[in-house]
T-cell receptor
C-alpha cells in the first residue's frame, strides 16, 4: 500500500542552524501539508501546497519557514534559523485531488530537537 | 476559529474493557468529523469519519456518532484489545477552512492484558 515517507525520523540541531525536513508524498496525490505537534500540545497546521505554490498557511508559518517541491517526488520544509520552541514532531501529509472532506494520509513524522 | 477538545490522557484500561474517548468541537459552518489513530512508530491514519449530523462512523470495532446538538463526536469501543494501544486524534474540517483538518491534542490509550 502506498505511503507517505519522511526523513529524518529524528534530528538534533543547535539553535540558529538551518534544518530541512523531507517528505515523499503518495505519488498520485496533489495536495501536500505540513503539521507540527509540540510535546503535549495539539497537532497544528503549518502550510498546505498545491500546484507548486502555497495555498494556505497558518500564523505559525512565518518567514522562518519555507516549503519546496524541488522535483516530482519530494516535498521539503525548511526552517532557516531554528529556535528552541521549534522543537516538535513535524508531520507531512498528502491527499489526492477531489477528496474534499479532509481525509489526509500522514507520514510517521520527523522529530526535531533544538538545543 | 475552529477547534477540537479531547479528554486528557492517558486512558489506561484492561483488555475487553469498554472505551470512551470524549471529543467536542467548535466550528463555523458544517464540519466533517474524523478520528485518526497513531500506532507506535507509525503516522496518523484515518480510523473513521462522519460527514453529517447523526451519521455514525465505524471501523475495526470503533464507533463515533456525529451529535450536532451537543457538538460532540465521542469514540467508543465495546471491548478493547492490547493492539488498540495507540494515540487517538479527533479532528474536523470545513469548506470554509479549505477542508484542512483541525486536530485535537490526542489521547493516549494503554490497554493492559
Amino acid at each position: 500500500e502506498p505511503e507517505v515517507t519522511q526523513t529524518p525520523s529524528h534530528q538534533v540541531t543547535q539553535m540558529g542552524q538551518e534544518v530541512i525536513l523531507r517528505c515523499v508524498p503518495i505519488s498520485n496525490h496533489l495536495y501536500f501539508y505540513w503539521y507540527r505537534q509540540i510535546l503535549g500540545q495539539k497537532v497544528e497546521f503549518l502550510v498546505s501546497f498545491y500546484n507548486n505554490e502555497i495555498s494556505e498557511k497558518s500564523e505559525i508559518f512565518d518567514d522562518q519557514f519555507s516549503v519546496e517541491r524541488p522535483d516530482g517526488s519530494n516535498f521539503t520544509l525548511k526552517i532557516r534559523s531554528t529556535k528552541l520552541e521549534d522543537s516538535a514532531m513535524y508531520f507531512c501529509a498528502s491527499r489526492p485531488a477531489g477528496a474534499g472532506t479532509g481525509e489526509l494520509f500522514f507520514g510517521e513524522g520527523s522529530r526535531l530537537t533544538v538545543l | 476559529g475552529d477547534s477540537v477538545t479531547q479528554m486528557e490522557g492517558p486512558v489506561t484500561l484492561s483488555e475487553e474493557a469498554f472505551l470512551t474517548i470524549n471529543c467536542t468541537y467548535t466550528a463555523t459552518g458544517y464540519p466533517s468529523l474524523f478520528w485518526y489513530v497513531q500506532y507506535p512508530g507509525e503516522g496518523l491514519q484515518l480510523l473513521l469519519k462522519a460527514t453529517k449530523a447523526d451519521d455514525k462512523g465505524s471501523n475495526k470495532g470503533f464507533e463515533a456518532t456525529y451529535r450536532k446538538e451537543t457538538t460532540s463526536f465521542h469514540l467508543e469501543k465495546g471491548s478493547v484489545q492490547v493492539s488498540d494501544s495507540a494515540v487517538y486524534f479527533c479532528a474536523l474540517s470545513t469548506s470554509g477552512g479549505s477542508y484542512i483538518p483541525t486536530f485535537g491534542r490526542g489521547t493516549s490509550l494503554i490497554v493492559h492484558p
